[in-house]
């Protein structure tokens, strides 16, 4: 069974970067949708990028398009979320998970705390 860890949350000012990464183990990453979600205070969990098992472009929430990307890369067993342009309204606690389609996660990681502060 896979499971996956998430990295690279911080504190960041209004208008910066970080990247987030998800690292995978075991041996069917290639078979598996991947996304990310953040639970921001107070909120709801809000679904904001994936990429299916079959690869192509990553679907985007309105609420980041623009200015976060997502990418995985099998070999290294990781997905990665980019995110620039930071906004207060963006902290929270982001996860990444995995299952067979991007509306059907199974596996969660524990989560990343991201702060957008000055």
């Known amino acids: 069974q896979l499971n996956v860890v998430e990295s690279g949350g911080g504190l960041v000012q209004p208008g910066g970067s970080l990247r987030l990464s998800c690292a995978a183990s075991?041996?069917?990453?290639?078979?598996?949708?991947v996304g990310w979600s953040r639970q921001g205070p107070g909120k709801d969990r809000e679904e904001i990028a994936c990429?299916?098992?079959?690869?192509?472009?990553?679907t985007y929430a309105e609420s980041v398009k623009g200015r976060f990307t997502m990418s995985r890369d099998n070999a290294k067993k990781a997905a990665y979320l980019h995110m620039n342009s930071l906004k207060p309204e963006d902290t929270g606690i982001y996860f990444c998970?995995?299952?067979?389609?991007?509306?059907?996660?199974?596996?969660w990681g524990q989560g990343t705390q991201v702060t957008v502060s000055s």
């Open positions: 998970a995995v299952g067979l389609r991007c509306t059907e996660f199974g596996v």
């Open positions: 075991g041996n069917t990453f290639d078979y598996v949708a």
């Open positions: 990429i299916s098992r079959s690869g192509g472009s990553p």
